[in-house]
């Protein structure tokens, strides 16, 4: 038992550190590799989506291939035109459904468009501060997500009595959620002795204790909507592309409310005069 267990262990941890290579590498690379990964990671999400929402037949497989293409265009859409062709993109896709044999359409416009706004946006989003801003802002994003979850598994594991949303996720606890709360905070204050220039921003130790916290609840609600999804389908995991972890949703769930919630963050601090935002990168097309 104990070698089955180490396996799986190093299974898991392989596939894990691939996948945080593959980001942070992207991240030191440059804006356009990490825009592009961003993208494929957005096509694998929409597979995953629509595979464990609607399965994937021969009948809906050119619907599939639109939603990705649509996505990979809203992961360019800050540019301004990738922007227009999913316009055009969304017009093609409601059109086609005249010609597609489906009993239940509405359901599979709903199903199409979700992916558009829940896994399309918050892409476009990040790849939109990763530009304009820095990657680097982006890896701090990514960082805190990961930090937030070390600090829930670690504080909940050990003291976990009280749960924090039963219905939806059982092991879930509230001595968790303040442990990775506590956790990213003590990250950003690290993250502020660091200095701005690395993180390419402006920021005191309180506006990134802020942005600790907002990190620290969008991750767990996005973390939990995944959770809904899940528990509607009657699944565990929403794919297997990732050993030991499911599949790429399972991987950035909390990144999908993570991503606007962290724009938002910005844009208020801004307006508030912490002059967050140096734009003093130029579009990159």
Same mark, same amino acid.
């Given at each position: 038992?104990a070698s089955i267990n180490l396996k799986s262990w190093?299974?898991? $941890?392989?596939?894990? /550190?691939?996948?945080?290579?593959?980001?942070?590498?992207?991240?030191?690379?440059?804006?356009?590799?990490?825009?592009?990964?961003?993208?494929?990671? @957005?096509?694998?999400?929409?597979?995953?989506?629509?595979?464990?929402c609607e399965g994937i037949s021969e009948n809906n497989?050119?619907?599939?291939?639109?939603?990705?293409?649509?996505?990979?265009?809203? &992961?360019?859409?800050?540019? @301004?035109?990738?922007?227009?062709?999913?316009?055009?993109?969304?017009?093609? *896709?409601?059109?086609?459904?005249?010609?597609?044999?489906?009993?239940?359409?509405?359901?599979?416009?709903?199903?199409?468009?979700?992916?558009?706004?829940?896994?399309?946006?918050?892409?476009?989003?990040?790849?939109?501060? $990763?530009?304009?801003?820095?990657?680097?802002?982006?890896?701090?994003?990514?960082?805190?997500?990961?930090?937030?979850?070390?600090?829930?598994?670690?504080?909940?594991?050990? %003291?976990?009595?009280?749960?924090?949303?039963?219905?939806?996720?059982?092991?879930?606890?509230?001595?968790?959620?303040?442990?990775?709360?506590?956790?990213?905070?003590?990250?950003?204050?690290?993250?502020?002795?660091?200095?701005?220039?690395?993180?390419?921003?402006?920021?005191?130790?309180?506006?990134?204790?802020?942005?600790?916290?907002?990190?620290?609840?969008?991750?767990?609600?996005?973390?939990?909507?995944?959770?809904?999804?899940?528990?509607?389908?009657?699944?565990?995991?929403? @794919?297997?592309?990732?050993?030991?972890?499911?599949?790429?949703?399972? *991987?950035?769930?909390?990144?999908?409310?993570? &991503?606007?919630? &962290? %724009?938002?963050?910005? /844009?208020?601090?801004?307006?508030?005069?912490?002059?967050?935002?140096?734009?003093?990168?130029?579009?990159?097309?």
């Open positions: 038992m190093l299974v898991r $941890s392989l596939s894990g /550190l691939v996948y945080v290579g593959a980001i942070v590498g992207c991240v030191f690379w440059g804006r356009i590799p990490f825009s592009i990964l961003m993208a494929l990671i @957005g096509i694998l999400a929409v597979v995953e989506f629509e595979k464990i497989l050119p619907l599939l291939i639109l939603d990705a293409v649509g996505v990979v265009f809203l &992961a360019f859409g800050y540019i @301004g035109v990738p922007l227009i062709a999913w316009i055009f993109v969304f017009l093609c *896709r409601l059109i086609l459904q005249l010609y597609t044999t489906n009993d239940r359409p509405i359901r599979s416009m709903a199903l199409s468009f979700m992916t558009q706004i829940y896994i399309g946006g918050p892409i476009m989003l990040l790849n939109f501060l $990763s530009t304009w801003i820095g990657t680097h802002l982006a890896l701090a994003i990514f960082l805190m997500i990961w930090i937030n979850d070390t600090g829930a598994f670690v504080v909940g594991s050990l %003291f976990g009595r009280h749960r924090l949303f039963e219905r939806i996720s059982p092991k879930k606890s509230w001595e968790g959620f303040f442990g990775g709360l506590a956790f990213n905070c003590l990250a950003g204050w690290l993250f502020a002795i660091g200095g701005t220039t690395f993180w390419d921003t402006n920021w005191n130790v309180i506006t990134w204790i802020l942005f600790a916290l907002t990190i620290t609840l969008f991750s767990t609600w996005g973390d939990l909507v995944e959770s809904l999804i899940k528990r509607s389908l009657n699944i565990k995991d929403s @794919g297997h592309i990732m050993p030991g972890h499911g599949g790429i949703l399972d *991987r950035i769930d909390s990144l999908l409310l993570v &991503a606007p919630a &962290a %724009f938002l963050f910005i /844009l208020i601090a801004e307006i508030c005069g912490q002059n967050v935002i140096p734009f003093h990168h130029p579009p990159f097309f």
